[in-house]
């Protein structure tokens, strides 16, 4: 099974900082990583997928990057409502697997 | 637009089986792979099956495997994932997705499910 690893766990941010999220797979999963976005009590929202391309809707604040096994997201000009946990999720190979999370808070 | 909802969830004791449904609307059901996801309180995301269009090729995690079901039925439009000889470890918000190439695209909204003596 393909391990993803987030760090850090997580980041206390003030508005309108920059904010980096590093997902690191056990091996290399090519471009297949996506990010996901979730608030208190509700589903995960789909970001980013094959590393950087931003899904229809989301703020071009957010931006993906990596190669291999090493992959990043970032907030460039943290907003009130990017306050969430990020997940980053391999679909190299079965089984699908997730980082375990990254909660962004306020400073 | 596109609607997924969960139901089914509750509480049941170790041992027990519970039946979830997913009923989707707003996309062509029938042209999707569709899965289930889950989330233990206070915990991350647990990716659990995968079933393809045609109900073809379903993939489990192995924390499943044996004790979980997934099935469709495109002319209803709706996704079931039957889960027997549940534990206390299966306790957890139950989400299903549709799967797009490599992501998940739309994420219902959740289904509780307590395991409890």
């Known amino acids: 099974d393909i391990q993803m690893t987030q760090s850090p766990s997580s980041v206390s941010a003030s508005i309108g900082d920059r904010v980096t999220i590093t997902c690191r797979a056990s091996e290399a999963i090519d471009n297949w990583l996506a990010w996901y976005q979730q608030k208190p009590g509700k589903a995960p929202k789909l970001l980013i997928y094959r590393i950087s391309s931003l899904q229809n809707g989301v703020p071009t604040r957010f931006s993906g990057s990596g190669s291999g096994t090493d992959f990043t997201l970032t907030i460039s000009g943290l907003q009130p409502e990017d306050f969430a946990t990020y997940y980053c999720q391999q679909a190299n190979s079965f089984p699908l697997t997730f980082g375990g999370g990254t909660k962004v808070e306020f400073k | 637009q596109v609607q997924m909802a969960e139901s089914g969830g509750g509480l049941v004791k170790p041992g027990g089986s519970l039946r979830l449904s997913c009923a989707v609307s707003?996309?062509?059901?029938?042209?999707?792979?569709m899965s289930w996801i889950r989330q233990a309180p206070g915990k991350g995301l647990e990716w659990i099956s995968y079933i393809s269009d045609n109900s073809g090729t379903k993939y489990y995690a192995d924390s499943v495997k044996g004790r979980f079901t997934v099935s469709r039925d495109n002319g209803k439009s709706s996704l079931y994932l039957q889960m027997n000889t549940l534990t206390t470890e299966d306790t957890a918000v139950y989400f299903c997705?549709?799967?797009?190439?490599?992501?998940?695209?739309?994420w219902g909204q959740g289904a509780l499910v307590t395991v409890s003596s």
């Open positions: 707003g996309f062509t059901f029938s042209d999707y792979y």
């Open positions: 997705a549709r799967w797009q190439l490599d992501r998940f695209d739309y």
